[in-house]
């Protein structure tokens, strides 16, 4: 049904266009009614806006070319239509200039104002199937960018980095400008759903939806903060994280105790299921990301169903001074150059016996140092991820370590198997390493590579790793990173929801004009018209 409002100084007028039709049976409904321009103002400021308005042009106090240049400059996408006499030639002229496109003559006949309705109908449901298109193009733009911004964070989480400089590119590429702020204060937040023993007996094969329900109402309860980042991890799906900034420093516990009382209760009230939350320490720049995720983590591990207010440790991150990046950096070459007595050594001055340290410390520095090894897995394992799975296992039972001896032997049992996973990289053909760049490369080609920075990060001569990529894929590194971004440019143009801004956004081009050129040399053909020829062929 469609709202009109009506504006005529005569009430016999309105009356008498009310009762020309069914206007019900028309698909339209006059609500609203006004005795001049003034007073429709007023109505338009105050109710809902109407679909259309049937104005006179001559009334006292505001007249209707008043009337329809007010609402023009106050409500632009205002439909109207004007109601004039034989004698009204100047006001329908001015009307006209101001851009209606209909009118009816007085006195109104019927059949006029039938076919006026009739045509008016189907230009509104055009309109609002547009308007539906436009929210639901909207929507899954807001859902791809809000998946990237997801995969961007759990990346810097969980896997080693680029140059900060890259990484903040990258975050104002994917609309996380307010994380590059170099004194950024944020903190996380790790909640875990707990199944109660039994519950999934009768229905395991349909766990993973109660899982997808788990993820939605946490990115739900996340959807009314904007300065609430939620991410997944794969790895867990009964598991969320919550990059929360800190806007307020003295509003911030309140809010905090907030967002988890009423993220519990909603993951109770909906799913009739328990939840576990823990509130990392507050971290001082993106440098801090891994120390903030781990002292979550640890939160986490003693954390409670019973508690909706969890504390971080006031402490805890003037334990980081311990895994400084310049310790992670020499841990990282210890394991990656295969040189297992510099890493006890590391170890053991990460883990001092000197020092009266407390057990929450060892499962912290614990957890970083698990990171640390998920990272280089991440880049050396080939032919699945049992190992990254392992892994993932320790870090959700580290709290299980009840000693000094007990975190050094499993840390060392862990560095091992990495260990094992690298040489068998590092130290085998050619091509397995180049199956380990490549690998790298598919998952990381939204980023500004170099060839450089890929021979550093996999200890390899810069010329040494350009000819064997050339001689074992066939193609020169910079066409392969090319292809690989066209190519998936593609799948996007093929789906006909996306701009080419945020399609050139994602693939990893700084500026559509680059993108355009990129895909016309490529393909022959720009990007736009690459579009229109696979919807022609749909048809």
Same mark, same amino acid.
């Given at each position: ?8 100084? *005569?009430?016999?007028?309105? #009356? ?11 698909? $339209? ?26 104005? %006179? ?35 329908? !002229? ?14 109104? &006949?019927?059949?006029?104002? /039938? ?24 929507? !899954? ?17 969980? %896997? ?28 996380? +937040?790790? &909640? *875990? ?64 105790? %907030? ?31 891994? %120390? ?11 954390? /409670? ?7 971080? #440790? ?8 311990? $895994? ?32 009266? /340290?407390?057990? @929450?410390?060892?499962? $912290? =520095?614990? =957890? ?22 392992? =892994? ?24 091992? =198997?990495?260990? #094992?996973? +690298?040489?068998? /990289? ?17 998952? #990381? ?10 021979? *550093? ?30 190519? !998936? ?25 680059? @993108? ?24």
């Amino acid at each position: 049904m469609y709202r009109i409002m009506l504006i005529d100084d *005569e009430v016999g007028v309105r #009356n008498s266009i009310k009762a020309k039709i069914d206007w019900k049976s028309a698909g $339209f409904e006059i609500e609203l009614e006004a005795a001049n321009g003034l007073e429709a103002m007023q109505l338009l400021s105050e109710q809902p806006l109407p679909d259309v308005v049937i104005t %006179d042009v001559r009334m006292p106090q505001m007249d209707g070319i008043a009337f329809i240049k007010a609402s023009k400059e106050k409500f632009p996408h205002l439909r109207i239509i004007v109601l004039s006499g034989y004698s009204d030639f100047e006001y329908m !002229k001015a009307a006209i200039q101001l851009g209606v496109k209909d009118y009816l003559l007085k006195p109104v &006949v019927r059949s006029e104002l /039938t076919a006026l309705l009739a045509k008016l109908s189907g230009e509104l449901e055009d309109d609002r199937n547009r308007i539906r298109e436009q929210d639901q193009e909207e929507m !899954k733009n807001h859902q791809q960018l809000q998946l990237m911004q997801e995969q961007l964070i759990w990346q810097l989480v969980k %896997d080693e980095w680029f140059s900060v400089p890259t990484v903040k590119e990258r975050m104002q590429q994917l609309q996380l400008s307010s994380l590059t702020i170099d004194d950024v204060h944020a903190q996380f +937040v790790t &909640v *875990e759903m707990r199944i109660p023993q039994g519950r999934l007996d009768d229905w395991n094969e349909r766990k993973d939806l109660l899982y997808l329900a788990f993820q939605m109402i946490c990115r739900e309860s996340a959807e009314n903060w904007e300065q609430v980042y939620p991410f997944y991890p794969i790895t867990h799906p009964a598991m969320m994280h919550f990059l929360i900034l800190i806007q307020d420093p003295m509003q911030h516990g309140r809010f905090m105790d %907030d967002f988890v009382r009423k993220l519990k209760r909603n993951i109770k009230s909906y799913l009739r299921v328990e939840s576990v939350v823990g509130i990392g320490e507050s971290i001082n720049g993106l440098r801090q990301l891994k %120390d903030g995720y781990a002292s979550s983590m640890l939160a986490w591990s003693q954390g /409670t169903i019973q508690s909706d207010k969890a504390e971080p #440790n006031r402490n805890m991150l003037a334990l980081t001074h311990a $895994f400084s990046p310049e310790v992670e950096r020499k841990l990282m070459q210890t394991i990656e150059n295969l040189d297992m007595p510099a890493f006890t050594k590391q170890l053991h001055t990460i883990f001092s016996a000197d020092r009266d /340290t407390p057990m @929450f410390v060892f499962t $912290f =520095l614990t =957890l970083r140092i698990i990171l640390l090894f998920n990272a280089i897995a991440k880049k050396f394992e080939l032919g699945g991820a049992s190992l990254q799975s392992y =892994l993932w296992n320790c870090q959700m039972t580290v709290r299980d370590y009840s000693s000094r001896e007990q975190v050094l032997e499993q840390l060392h049992e862990m560095a091992q =198997l990495v260990m #094992n996973e +690298v040489r068998k /990289t590092r130290f085998s053909s050619g091509q397995q390493m180049i199956e380990a760049i490549r690998n790298y490369v598919d998952e #990381n080609f939204s980023y500004e590579l170099t060839l450089a920075s890929l021979a *550093e990060m996999f200890h390899l001569n810069e010329t040494y790793l350009s000819g064997l990529f050339k001689t074992s894929v066939g193609v020169t590194f910079s066409d392969y990173v090319t292809k690989l971004r066209l190519s !998936k440019a593609t799948v996007l143009l093929e789906e006909n929801e996306l701009k080419l801004t945020d399609i050139a956004t994602l693939v990893g081009y700084s500026s559509s004009s680059y @993108f355009s050129t990129a895909f016309k040399k490529y393909y022959g053909k720009g990007p736009k018209e690459y579009r229109e020829e696979l919807l022609r062929k749909k048809v």
